[in-house]
């Protein structure tokens, strides 16, 4: 054992990059979803290498106090709101009881109108400051349509994917996760989330597993160096949107972030090691969690939860945890983001920083012409600047100048972490949840 | 024949000899043709060269009272000062140099980040 983590170490050491060398560019992959597709297919390109060693991160322990005094002050200042459950099971339980009282309700015409509106959503995924990009996006509006006979329902799908060890993980939850949700969705009638959710995430974890060790391809250098696919995992982070309600399953340390009337909410948790009740499983189960440039399973992995990792199972189970919380007026937008963000950024700043993108957009629609009086721009932004000028001329819709706020929020969330020398791949997802029937009143 | 050749050496060594001299008596003597100032030449350039300076201080003052009326958001410069880790002076500016406008501002700050 010892052996093998002085190896692992000593790999991890290796594939550490240095910000002073320059020989690994900074990869640069955006994606910009025009609103007229409504199905995105396989938008999300990345490589398919294997870094280096075990997955690196930083850990901070201020991070996970933070995350602590973040999960308890919204609870004090909205003590009303039962519906949301970071912590406690049994509520979402009884929120799965709500819900099924409010299919029997007969919507009104408002009700009819909002739920076929699509929300606005923006994504940006760089590679940063690594070798090899890992992360994965999924976007899959209306997913599932659900038809009642009161009304026509549909759901939206967001996840982020951070693969460790290699891609093939995250690139196969992409493709394959959804699916299951959408499959776990169709056929429960009683819309119990928590169960759907971890017999999706159990499945996925089963698949990838599968798919380890019968299809071996190519195009996967972790075959190269290594004899087994057992390394390598993935963290996730969905959302599914509903007409009332926003469920969140996380599994890993990729995080969700709502916020609601100016204030940032974390929907879901860290699996860190070092959690307490995390800590407490894994040495039940009979593993260890060693310090080594953090907290680690088996000083190998700096997470307690994560799709795949075979070797490291029952240590790390692929269990999402799973939150269910009602949507109200007051909810702005939605931030989904790796860990590549949350190390160097604050709920609270990236929540301040997306609201001013899209409260400028909405507010300014009218006064487009001043956002390109100020000449001091490079020429890069200048294209953009007229891309996007050219856009809104060409559609002329509100719903454009939205959807681009959300991609200039989450683009920009991204260079401020790659400005706050985030050591790590960097992917944002940032759903605009405003209704818009305030905009029609307006 | 050989009177002939002496008498063409002497005059090729005579009108070296002449070049020579001309040469040296130009060293010995300093003298420079003399040339009039144009006084109000000089004058006016004077004046266009004050007169630019002049326009320029009155540019950037202009400059820096418009950029002083400017308001801008305390919050936007704490924000701006906190997270991106630049002077507060520098994130004055920029904002103000912006119209107030923090999302323009924050993109010139990071537009240094290829994305």
């Known amino acids: 054992m010892a052996d093998i983590c002085y190896e692992d170490e000593t790999s991890a050491c290796e594939s550490r990059p240095l910000w002073s060398s320059r020989k690994w560019r900074i990869g640069v992959q955006r994606f910009r979803m025009s609103p007229s597709e409504m199905n995105p297919t396989a938008s999300t390109t990345e490589e398919e290498d294997k870094s280096e060693g075990i997955y690196n991160k930083r850990n901070k322990q201020e991070e996970y106090d933070f995350m602590n005094c973040a999960s ?17 099971s049994d509520v979402s339980i009884s929120d799965g009881n709500s819900s099924v009282n409010d299919v029997a309700v007969i919507p009104s015409k408002k009700t009819v109108k909002e739920t076929d509106l699509r929300p606005r959503y923006g994504v940006a995924s760089v590679c940063g400051r690594r070798r090899d990009m890992e992360d994965a996006v999924a976007l899959h509006p209306s997913f599932v349509r659900k038809q009642t006979e009161f009304s026509r329902t549909r759901w939206h799908y967001f996840g982020v994917y951070d693969g460790h060890g290699c891609s093939h993980v995250a690139a196969r939850c992409k493709e394959r996760l959804h699916e299951l949700v959408q499959e776990e969705a169709l056929s429960d009638k009683k819309e119990e989330w928590k169960k759907m959710m971890e017999r999706s995430f159990t499945r996925m974890d089963k698949e990838v597993v599968r798919w380890g060790e019968t299809v071996m391809s190519a195009n996967c250098r972790c075959e190269l160096q290594t004899p087994d696919c057992d390394a390598v995992g993935s963290t996730a982070v969905v959302s599914v949107i509903t ?11 990729s995080r969700a972030v709502l916020c609601r009337n100016g204030k940032a909410v974390p929907l879901s948790t860290d699996h860190k090691p070092d959690r307490p009740d995390e800590l407490d499983r894994i040495q039940e189960a ?15 992995l700096a997470m307690s939860r994560a799709i795949g990792d075979n070797y490291l199972k029952p240590y790390v189970t692929s269990e999402p945890e799973v939150t269910v919380t009602d949507r109200t007026e007051e909810d702005e937008f939605l931030i989904l983001a790796t860990d590549g963000l949350w190390d160097v950024v604050t709920n609270e700043a990236a929540c301040t920083m997306v609201r001013m993108c899209l409260n400028r957009k909405s507010g300014r629609g009218r006064r487009r012409g001043e956002t390109q009086t ?24 509100r719903g454009e100048i939205t959807d681009k706020a959300c991609t200039e929020a989450s683009v920009l969330l991204t260079k401020l972490a790659l400005a706050k020398h985030s050591s790590d791949n960097v992917s944002v997802v940032v759903i605009d949840l405003r209704r818009r029937r305030k905009r029609h009143v307006a | 024949m050989e009177g002939a050749e002496e008498a063409g050496a002497e005059i090729a060594v005579d009108s070296k000899d002449l070049q020579q001299q001309s040469k040296a008596f130009d060293k010995l003597t300093d003298r420079v043709e003399d040339r009039q100032l144009d006084s109000s030449r000089v004058q006016s350039a004077m004046a266009s060269i004050a007169a630019s300076r002049e326009a320029d201080l009155n540019a950037k003052r202009l400059r820096e009272k418009e950029l002083a009326s400017v308001k801008i958001n305390p919050a936007d410069v704490e924000f701006i000062v906190n997270e991106l880790e630049i002077e507060k002076n520098v994130a004055e500016r920029t904002l103000r140099e912006h119209k107030g406008d923090a999302v323009a501002a924050t993109r010139q700050l990071l537009s240094r980040y290829p994305l």
């Open chain 1, 72 to 88: 308890s002050s919204p609870s004090q200042s909205s003590p009303e709101e039962e519906s949301v459950s970071l912590e406690d």
């Open chain 1, 243 to 253: 007409p009332e309600k926003i469920i969140v399953a996380n599994c890993g340390d």
């Open chain 1, 286 to 300: 009979g593993g260890r969690v060693i310090y080594w440039d953090g907290a680690r399973v088996l000083g190998v």
């Open chain 1, 374 to 397: 100020p000449g001091r721009r490079s020429e890069e932004e200048g294209k953009e600047e007229e891309e996007k000028v050219v856009g809104s001329r060409k559609n002329g819709k």
